[in-house]
């Protein structure tokens, strides 16, 4: 059974990004018994807003070394077989909140004796869902697909599929009611674990 981790980055529990990645695992759960564990990265009690630099994590290798919710959280990212990352853009670029938290991934990270990077990332199926006010060309998807990029490139993950849905607002009611997007929605999940 996939263990999956889905980290929402809104402030909003319920806003547009939380509820099409809510549809995202009904595909998901379509497609095959899963286990969920939905965390809310604007919620993390935090000791710092990211990674302080202290580089703890490099002689632990693959646990962050800060005593707060969100080491305990990414000490515990090898155990999912999926990550779902739900952020909205705001301002041209992914949530603060969410960036916040994936921040500390670099506790996942370190190199090998030729200087290669290691992670256990490299197990784990990523995707996103984000959500925009703006349509693709105008809202600063592309900083949010470059930055995924980056993300798969270093850690050596798979390339990471987007869902992205423009033309969202505060009310997530827009999302729900829409047929065509619940259709996308549902076959991104299931295809997840294709």
């Known amino acids: 059974m996939p263990n999956v981790l889905l980290l929402t980055g809104s402030p909003r529990s319920h806003g547009s990004s939380s509820t099409l990645a809510e549809i995202v695992l009904e595909g998901m759960r379509e497609a ?4 969920v564990e939905r965390v809310d990265t604007a919620r993390l009690e935090n000791k710092h807003r990211g990674c302080s630099s202290c580089y703890g994590c490099q ?3 693959f646990r962050c070394m800060i005593h707060d919710a969100t080491a305990r959280l990414i000490n515990r990212v090898p155990e999912f077989q999926v990550i779902v990352l739900a952020t909205l853009i705001y301002f041209f670029n992914l949530s603060a909140q969410l960036k ?8 996942l990270c370190s190199y090998d004796d030729q200087g290669q ?3 256990p990332l490299r197990k784990i199926h ?7 006010e703006g349509d693709a060309a105008t ?8 930055w995924l990029k980056q993300l798969s490139d270093f850690t050596g993950t ?5 869902l992205h849905q423009g033309h969202c607002g505060r009310d997530a009611g827009p999302t729900l009611r829409d047929a065509e997007l619940r259709t996308r929605a549902l076959a991104f ?6």
């Not at 916040?100 to 506790?107: E, G, H, N, Q, S």
């Not at 990523?126 to 925009?132: E, I, R």
């Not at 809202?139 to 470059?146: D, N, R």
């Not at 798979?158 to 987007?162: E, L, M």
């Open 158 to 162: 798979a390339p990471i599929p987007i």
């Open 126 to 132: 990523l995707a996103a869902v984000v959500t925009s």
């Open 189 to 194: 999940g299931r295809d997840l674990l294709a």
């Open 100 to 107: 916040a938290c994936t921040d500390r991934f670099m506790a």
């Open 59 to 61: 002689p632990a290798k």
């Open 139 to 146: 809202s600063g998807l592309e900083v949010v697909q470059l």
């Open 117 to 119: 990077v290691i992670s």
């Open 32 to 35: 095959a018994d899963i286990q």
